[in-house]
C-alpha cells in the first residue's frame, strides 16, 4: 500500500485563501497535517470546510495562498497532486445505474489505468470495504453506508497517498460509521494520510488531530485533548430534579440571558454553560435556580462539543 512518510508533511497550507465574488470563503488558512495521520476539520455550515478541501484535493484553484501535497504545490504540480490524492466529495458521484464493480472500473478508466494494474487491488479494496458480495448491485440501491464505502473504494483506486474526504460519514447510520471507521483506521496504519472534515464531534475526537473552522478561519487546532485543556473558558454542567424537555429549554434560555454566559448548549438532559471563570458561574446558577430546581452544578472537563461552541462564542 502507500509508502511510510512519518514525520514528513502530508498537507500544508500557508495563508491559502478563497473568495467567491464578495464572500470570502477561505481566509488565510495555516494548516499542517502530518504524513500518516487522521486529521479532522470541524465547522459549522458554510465554515469552509469543502472549499478548503477542495483546494487541496486540486479541483479548485485557490485565490491566494499556496497549498502543498506531499511537498507538492496543487497549483504548479497540480497533475501530480491528483495522482496522489483520493478526493471523495460531499456529494460524490457514483453512477446508480452501474454495479458496484462497474463504478470501480469507471474510476479506473478515469485515472488510464491498465487492467493489470487494478483488478487485484480492486478485489482488495472490495474485500476490506465490506462489499465483495455486493459487486453486482447497481449503485442506486445500495444503502447510504455502502454507497459512502463504494466513493471510499472509488477514490482509493489509483493507490494514492493522501485522502481528502468531504464528510465522508454524513447521513450514515452508526452500525455503517463505525465500519467506515474502521476501514479509515485500517488505511491509517497502512501509512496513508487522511484529511476529512465531519460534522459529529464523535468522530472529531477519533482523530489524531482537529482544526477547528469558522468563517474561513482556523480557530484552533490540536489532539482532541490538547483542544479540551486549552480552553480559557471554564464549562459549568448543570442538570435539574426531573426536568421537562421544556424545563431544558426554559433553563438553557435563563442561563444565555445572564450577561457572563458565553454560550449554552443542551446535551440530553445536563446544561453546559461556558463561563469566563469558575465566580461567574454563580450568577448563572441563582438565574435558573429562581424558576427551576437544580440537582447538580459543577465545573466539568470540556467536551469537544463545547470547544466548538466556545470557539463560535462571542469573547468577552
Ligand atoms: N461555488 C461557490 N460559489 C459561491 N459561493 C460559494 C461557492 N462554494 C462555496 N461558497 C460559499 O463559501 C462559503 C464556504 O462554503 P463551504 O461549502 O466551503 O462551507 P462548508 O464548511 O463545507 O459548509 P457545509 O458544512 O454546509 O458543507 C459559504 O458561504 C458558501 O456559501
Ligand atoms: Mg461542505
Same mark, same amino acid.
Given at each position: ?12 497550507? +500557508? ?9 470570502? &470563503? ?19 455550515? *458554510? ?6 478541501l477542495r483546494m487541496i484535493a486540486g479541483v479548485i484553484a485557490p485565490t491566494e495562498g499556496a497549498a502543498e501535497v506531499l511537498g507538492l504545490d ?18 460524490? &458521484? ?22 493489470g494494474e487494478w483488478t487485484a487491488w480492486a478485489a482488495d479494496i472490495l474485500a476490506f470495504s465490506g462489499l465483495t458480495e455486493f459487486q453486482g ?39 455503517? +460509521? ?12 497502512? *501509512? ?52 421537562? &424537555? ?15 454566559? +458565553? *454560550? ?53
Amino acid at each position: 500500500m502507500a509508502a511510510s512518510l512519518e514525520g514528513s508533511s502530508g498537507v500544508r497550507t +500557508r495563508g491559502l485563501t478563497r473568495r467567491f465574488g464578495h464572500v470570502l &470563503a477561505v481566509d488565510h488558512l495555516d494548516l499542517d497535517v502530518a504524513a500518516g495521520e487522521i486529521f479532522g476539520l470541524v465547522g459549522p455550515d *458554510g465554515a469552509g470546510k469543502t472549499t478548503t478541501l477542495r483546494m487541496i484535493a486540486g479541483v479548485i484553484a485557490p485565490t491566494e495562498g499556496a497549498a502543498e501535497v506531499l511537498g507538492l504545490d496543487v497549483v504548479r504540480d497540480g497533475n501530480r497532486v491528483r495522482r496522489r490524492v483520493g478526493y471523495v466529495a460531499q456529494r460524490f &458521484a457514483l453512477y446508480g445505474d452501474l454495479t458496484v464493480a462497474e463504478n470501480i472500473r469507471f474510476f479506473a478508466d478515469v485515472y488510464g489505468l491498465a487492467r493489470g494494474e487494478w483488478t487485484a487491488w480492486a478485489a482488495d479494496i472490495l474485500a476490506f470495504s465490506g462489499l465483495t458480495e455486493f459487486q453486482g448491485r447497481l449503485a442506486d440501491n445500495l444503502s447510504g453506508g455502502m454507497r459512502q464505502k463504494l466513493a471510499l473504494s472509488c477514490a482509493l483506486i489509483h493507490r494514492p497517498q493522501v485522502l481528502v474526504l468531504d464528510e465522508p460519514t454524513a447521513g450514515v447510520d452508526p452500525v455503517s +460509521r463505525r465500519d467506515l471507521w474502521r476501514i479509515l483506521y485500517r488505511l491509517q496504519a497502512d *501509512g496513508y494520510t487522511i484529511l476529512l472534515s465531519t460534522a459529529y464531534m464523535d468522530e472529531a475526537e477519533r482523530c489524531h488531530r482537529v482544526g477547528l473552522l469558522a468563517g474561513g478561519r482556523l480557530v484552533s487546532a490540536g489532539t482532541p485533548d490538547e483542544l479540551r485543556m486549552g480552553l480559557p473558558q471554564t464549562i459549568l454542567e448543570i442538570s435539574l430534579v426531573e426536568p421537562s &424537555a421544556a424545563d431544558l429549554r426554559l433553563a438553557r434560555d435563563l442561563a444565555l440571558q445572564t450577561p457572563v454566559a +458565553r *454560550g449554552a448548549q443542551l446535551f440530553g438532559d445536563r446544561l453546559h454553560v461556558i463561563v469566563t471563570s469558575p465566580p461567574d458561574g454563580e450568577a448563572v446558577i441563582r438565574a435558573i435556580s429562581a424558576r427551576l430546581r437544580v440537582n447538580q452544578a459543577a465545573p466539568i472537563t470540556p467536551t469537544l462539543e463545547d470547544v466548538f461552541l466556545a470557539a463560535r462564542a462571542p469573547s468577552p
